[in-house]
Structure formats: structure tokens, C-alpha cells
């Protein structure tokens, strides 16, 4: 399948799940921004075209680079506090990109990247609620999430088409950018001022638990059983596990 139609095809999945919960607040849209909607496809596009082995090395990578998510999204929480969204987006990446090299080091074992995974998310989540995630918040708009989608669906299908160019570690890396995190954290902290981008980088941390498991579950499964059944169960756990940190109905809406 070309390029084009994995775009367009991973876009429709992205814009159909942000419109799913855009009366849930920013809580709940940051639970479902961190769904594997990017890493998903791309695994289901590489276990096609590269084989089971190439997509799950890069499986694993995805996992590890939870931990640069997490700390992107915890740097432009606390930055936010003191300054505009520009400086929040560019300290929040280059604190992403400082991790690149513990990342890169743990994705050769699952073990080792699912710990490093867990342990930054689990400090992102404190910090964030600690010092960021008041309340304050309104709804993310349809020009917000139609960006949102073409970017996803872009991303997809330049990951897909370079993944035998640049190996699996990159492409899973690729798979796992911030690319919805971002975007979004920037269009509600100037819309709506740093305390709803808190709430939504909170939400999508306790999203990335899910994301983890999405990866380790895939990894797993996917020699034993096949592709297809493990992105099956692995979309299962990472719908499963977010629903342990997302937030009331009340609050969601706060």
C-alpha cells in the first residue's frame, strides 16, 4: 500500500478518536493523545512489509522512548508556568532529546526499556499533578484535531517508507514522537493559558502507561501468535490500562 493510503488511512483513525472525546475535557483528550495511534499502524505496516522480527525491535524501541514522552511533557508543564508556549515546546524537546541516548541504550533489551518507560512516566505523573494540573480548561477545537490528524497520518507514512533505510530503532523512535503531544499542548496553552496544557500533558502521561503496554504486549505476542493477533491484544491493553489514570466525568470537564 502506498504512502498516500497509509497517511490517509491513519489520519481517519487519529480524527476519529480525538473527535471521540472532545466533550471529555483535557484530561481525557490527553488519555486519548497518547493512544498508540501512530505506533499502531506503523507496527501493522511494518510487520507486513519488513517481517515480524523488524516490527518487533521496533515494538521495543517505542516502549523506551515513553520515557522521552514523559519528560516532554513534564518539562513543558513546569516551563509553561514561567513563560509562553514557545519556550515551553523547545525546552520540552530538548529535554526529550537529552534522554535520546539512555533510550537508544535500553531498546536493546524489553526488560530495560519497559523500566526506563515506567520510571519516567511515573515521575512525569507526580510532577505534573504536583505542580501543573490545576484546573482551567475548554474544549479543543475541530481545526485543532484535523492538524492533529494530517500530521499523524504524514508522520506514518514517512516512517513506514523509511523504516528499511534507517532500521528499526529509528523507526519506532519515529513512531513515537510527540507530534500530537505537542501540538495540541501548544494550541490549548495559547488559547487557554499553561494550566489547561498541564491538565492535557497530565492526562496524556497516564496515557503513555497504556502506550507502554501496547508496545511490551506486541512484543511479546507478536512471534508466538502473529502480527495480527498481537496488535489485537496490544490495542487491548493499551485502551485497559489509561482507565486506571483517567479522570472522572466531573473533573474531566473542569
Known amino acids: 500500500m502506498d504512502g498516500i493510503c497509509k497517511a490517509v488511512l491513519t489520519a481517519a483513525v487519529v480524527w476519529l478518536v480525538m473527535g471521540a472525546v472532545r466533550h471529555g475535557g483535557h484530561r481525557l483528550a490527553g488519555v486519548a493523545a497518547a493512544l498508540p495511534t501512530i505506533t499502531a499502524p506503523t507496527l501493522a505496516w ?47 524537546l530538548a529535554a526529550a532529546a537529552a534522554l535520546a541516548w539512555p533510550v537508544f541504550a ?3 533489551q524489553l526488560a530495560d526499556a519497559l523500566v526506563l518507560a515506567l520510571g519516567c512516566c511515573a515521575v512525569a505523573w507526580y510532577t505534573i499533578r504536583r505542580h501543573g494540573a490545576h484546573k482551567g480548561a475548554q474544549r479543543g477545537s475541530r ?27 529509528a523507526a519506532g ?38 502506550k507502554a503496554a501496547f508496545g511490551t504486549v506486541f512484543a511479546l505476542l507478536a512471534a508466538p501468535i502473529g502480527a495480527p493477533w498481537a496488535l489485537l491484544w496490544a490495542c487491548a491493553s493499551a485502551c485497559a490500562v489509561p482507565l486506571l489514570f483517567a479522570p472522572s466525568r466531573t473533573a474531566a470537564h473542569a
Open 143 to 169: 481545526c485543532t484535531r484535523a492538524c492533529a490528524a494530517t500530521a499523524v497520518g504524514g508522520i506514518t507514512a514517512l516512517t513506514t517508507t523509511l523504516g528499511p533505510l534507517i532500521g528499526s530503532f
Open 46 to 92: 511494518l510487520a507486513h512489509e519488513q517481517g515480524v522480527v523488524f516490527a518487533t525491535q521496533a515494538a521495543v524501541a517505542s516502549v523506551a522512548a515513553c520515557a522521552m514522552l514523559a519528560v516532554f511533557a513534564m518539562v513543558y508543564a513546569l516551563l509553561a508556568q514561567r513563560g509562553g508556549a514557545g519556550r515551553a515546546l523547545v525546552g520540552g
Open 173 to 210: 523512535l519515529m513512531a513515537s514522537l510527540p507530534l500530537i503531544s505537542g501540538a495540541v499542548a501548544v494550541v490549548e496553552h495559547s488559547a487557554s493559558g499553561p494550566a489547561a496544557a498541564a491538565r492535557f500533558l497530565h492526562g496524556y502521561v497516564g496515557g503513555l502507561f497504556g
Open 106 to 108: 535500553a531498546s536493546a
